[in-house]
């Protein structure tokens, strides 16, 4: 079963305001037309008309707009006036047009509709030249001028609107990056036990390895000393697992001061090769060039690619020979760690296959470092072995490079994008310039049209005038060239149609004089008839047929 649908009560409210108003300067309208009004087409009507139009104008205010403008034309066949209480309505609802249609587009194409018909209205009642004038000024002005204030109304609106909306945007992305730089810390938190605690469960294997080969220890202890080196292995495993589900992507460039410097700041390279050593990695190392004074930055960098190649060498190529190379420019540090390549009679081992990957989570994580730094890492196998090289310029850029730059996934390789509140400021003032060029631009178009032609009618009408005073000074019998003086410069060329066919003298040609200067009312017509330039005859027509 169909259930019409009932607005809500204070729209409904709001459409009964609007409908008094509007009835109430209809019904002021007929009282003002006095006994020749007629109260079911001036009054009933009309009103019937709005009940109808005004809550119409929510859902269609274009068919709304096109009913009302009919009201005027058919106050356009009023004999008296054009002027009637119907224009103000055609106003209200042209307003309330450009409030409820974003696109200017349709709208225009209403209004001009209404313009054609009131036009083609005038032209087929024939009706006098007052009509034209109302037709073409007061009626595109009822149209055009609400229309473009409901349009800037609306564009206030909605710009108070999406400011709202922005900043409630603004406060929900506060959150997230509150959150996000809380994950950002965990991920931190998990480099470096990935840096730190893994280098160090690693030197803790390979110490309780060594151990096992000592002479003094009875097989009891080997056998504690294996499953100690077998515990710490799994340790390390779980340790990996674990930060590979902590370790989440985010931009190179929000690193923060924990990763970047690590737990132990003090701790130097020299320091950390001097404990691989005494575990009994078998590393040598080679510093060259006078060493300057290099950024905390570059410096934990440098630190972190030593510590992790040392890592992946105890883990994945245990016994072998490990050689460290630092080597200092004038601006930048170049860092080699090098495995030395497998004994030919393989007894120490073998190279795993994830030592010769670049897709483990240190080396990821130790380039993405590198790079933040301004920096280049590449890893490989080397001469039977494998190799680790980063070069770290001494001055760190000022700007870390965003994610979309370093991996060439932006809009524009190089360049972040523009935040999307930017994007949306950019798209509301360029919507306010339309708006704002429209509002000048179509009145000036309109002018140019419709100004030029009520000129022309305005001036017709108020120098074709005779004044009374005047037409009681002209005398027949008299000629032209006595009577020149009193007449206006030019007679009125638009006559009403029953004023043309009146009864003349014989043989004469008559002119047509308005008798006041009143645009928006007709006025009596004095009627001069000649004959071979004398004045034959002179009568007064009414402004209507009786």
Not at 313 to 332: C, E, Q, S
């Amino acid at each position: 079963m169909w259930h019409p649908r009932i607005p809500p009560t204070r729209l409904v409210l709001a459409d009964g305001a609007l409908w008094a108003v509007l009835a109430g300067a209809t019904a002021y309208g007929f009282r003002d037309a006095g006994g020749d009004a007629s109260p079911v087409m001036d009054l009933l009507l009309p009103l019937a008309v709005l009940a109808v139009t005004v809550p119409l104008s929510r859902s269609r205010p274009a068919v709304a707009v096109l009913v009302v403008n009919g009201l005027c034309v058919l106050g356009l066949a009023d004999s008296a006036t054009p002027a009637n209480a119907h224009v103000l309505s055609l106003a209200a609802l042209s307003c309330l047009l450009g409030v409820r249609i974003a696109r200017a587009g349709g709208p225009l194409v209403v209004l001009a509709a209404c313009l054609g018909i009131d036009v083609a209205a005038c032209a087929a009642l024939r009706v006098p030249a007052v009509w034209w004038f109302y037709t073409l000024a007061v009626i595109p002005a009822a149209l055009l001028l609400p229309w473009l204030a409901g349009r800037h109304w609306r564009g206030r609106r909605e710009l108070v609107r999406d400011g709202w909306r922005l900043a409630q945007s603004l406060e929900e992305r506060q959150h997230l990056v509150a959150e996000r730089a809380r994950l950002t810390e965990r991920a931190d938190i998990a480099a470096d036990m990935h840096d730190s605690l893994g280098h160090a469960l690693s030197l803790v294997a390979l110490r309780a390895g060594a151990l096992e080969l000592s002479p003094d220890l009875t097989d009891r202890d080997r056998a504690d000393l294996a499953e100690l080196r077998g515990t710490i292995a799994d340790a390390v495993e779980q340790l990996r697992q674990t930060i590979t589900v902590l370790h989440e992507p985010r931009d190179a460039g929000t690193e923060s001061p924990t990763a970047a410097g690590g737990p132990s700041v003090k701790d130097t390279v020299a320091d950390l090769l001097g404990r691989a050593a005494a575990s009994g990695v078998p590393v040598s190392w080679e510093r060259r060039g006078a060493v300057p004074a290099l950024p905390p930055l570059v410096e934990r960098g440098m630190y972190r690619v030593v510590q992790e190649a040392l890592t992946n060498a105890v883990k994945h190529a245990p016994g072998r020979a490990v050689r460290v190379g630092i080597d200092h420019a004038t601006d930048h540090t170049r860092v080699s760690v090098v495995n030395a390549a497998a004994p030919e009679d393989g007894r120490t081992g073998h190279v795993d296959e994830q030592a010769t990957s670049t897709g483990g989570r240190g080396l990821t994580g130790l380039r993405e470092r590198v790079r933040v730094l301004g920096g280049s890492l590449h890893t490989g196998p080397h001469q039977g072995g494998f190799r680790v090289t980063a070069v770290l310029p001494h001055q760190a850029p000022a700007r870390p490079l965003s994610q979309a730059a370093v991996t060439g996934t932006g809009r524009h390789t190089g360049h972040p994008s523009a935040p999307e509140s930017a994007e949306r400021l950019a798209t509301v003032r360029r919507a306010a310039r339309r708006r704002t060029v429209a509002a000048f631009a179509v009145p000036a178009a309109a002018a140019a049209f419709f100004v030029p032609a009520a000129a022309v009618l305005a001036w017709q009408l108020t120098t074709g005038v005779l004044a009374p005073s005047r037409y009681d000074a002209l005398e027949p019998g008299r000629p032209r060239a006595e009577l020149g003086p009193l007449l206006p410069a030019r007679a009125f060329p638009y006559p009403p149609d029953h004023a043309r066919s009146a009864p003349r003298p014989p043989g004469t040609d008559c002119e047509f004089y308005r008798s006041g200067r009143d645009l928006l009312d007709d006025v009596d017509l004095y009627r001069l008839c000649w004959s071979d330039g004398v004045l034959v005859a002179k009568d007064t027509l009414k402004a209507h047929r009786d």
